[in-house]
T-cell receptor, first 115, second 112 residues
Framework: EAGVTQFPSHSVIEKGQTVTLRCDPI?????LYWYRRVMGKEIKFLLHFVKESKQDESGMPNNRFLAERTGGTYSTLKVQPAELEDSGVYFC?????????????FGSGTQLSVL | GEDVEQSLFLSVREGDSSVINCTYT??????LYWYKQEPGAGLQLLTYIFSNMDMKQDQRLTVLLNKKDKHLSLRIADTQTGDSAIYFCAERRISGTYKYIFGTGTRLKVLA
């Protein structure tokens, strides 16, 4: 069974440009999460989808970030325009069940560098 | 606050035991997790413990939970070079939307 896949694995862009990150969750997983880790700091929650609906987007830094999950399958996270402080590793995770016993399966992340 | 705290680095010799520590803040947390991230890979769930337990053992891994002090530790027995990775502690809260709160990660380096 394929795991959570993320594309691209690395992206280097200039300040002001736009970048779109993609996440394909494990097939059948309704829950999809985006997280971000800035170098040396904790992994921070960005948002949570249940199927195509945004369940919780309280971690989104500002309106330069837009996440979508059309059709409840893959998700995209667009940063427009990118700023220097957006650099970091963006992780996607998915899960099947919800509640306290939920186990997350993570992708390998997208390393974003904004120059 | 939301902080889950870990020390950033740990270095041990191959064959020794490693102990990675974590403190969390929310007493309502019901599950606590340890994830491992190897270079170039995503986070892999290693083990987890329910908050009504004090200890959980799984082969070379032992998780200890001190609820009073909100302290969690992961002990790796007979540490191998393949254990070199970043280890993240995470708590799962019952308040709000059950989201995970992760720590900063501890980079474990195993010396041959």
């Amino acid at each position: 069974e394929a795991g959570v896949t993320q594309f691209p694995s690395h992206s280097v862009i200039e300040k002001g440009q736009t970048v779109t990150l993609r996440c394909d969750p494990i097939s059948g997983h309704d829950n999809l999460y985006w997280y971000r880790r800035v170098m040396g700091k904790e992994i921070k929650f960005l948002l949570h989808f249940v199927k195509e609906s945004k369940q919780d987007e309280s971690g989104m830094p500002n309106n330069r970030f837009l996440a979508e999950r059309t059709g409840g399958t893959y998700s995209t996270l667009k940063v427009q325009p990118a700023e220097l402080e957006d650099s970091g590793v963006y992780f996607c995770a998915s899960s099947q069940e919800k509640g306290l016993g939920e186990k997350l399966f993570f992708g390998s992340g997208t390393q974003l560098s904004v120059l | 606050g939301e902080d889950v705290e870990q020390s950033l680095f740990l270095s041990v010799r191959e064959g020794d035991s490693s102990v990675i520590n974590c403190t969390y803040t929310d007493s309502s947390s019901t599950y606590l997790y340890w994830y491992k991230q190897e270079p170039g890979a995503g986070l892999q769930l290693l083990t987890y413990i329910f908050s009504n337990m004090d200890m959980k053992q799984d082969q070379r891994l032992t998780v200890l939970l001190n609820k009073k002090d909100k302290h969690l530790s992961l002990r790796i027995a007979d540490t191998q070079t393949g254990d070199s990775a970043i280890y993240f502690c995470a708590e799962r809260r019952i308040s709000g939307t059950y989201k995970y709160i992760f720590g900063t990660g501890t980079r474990l380096k195993v010396l041959a």
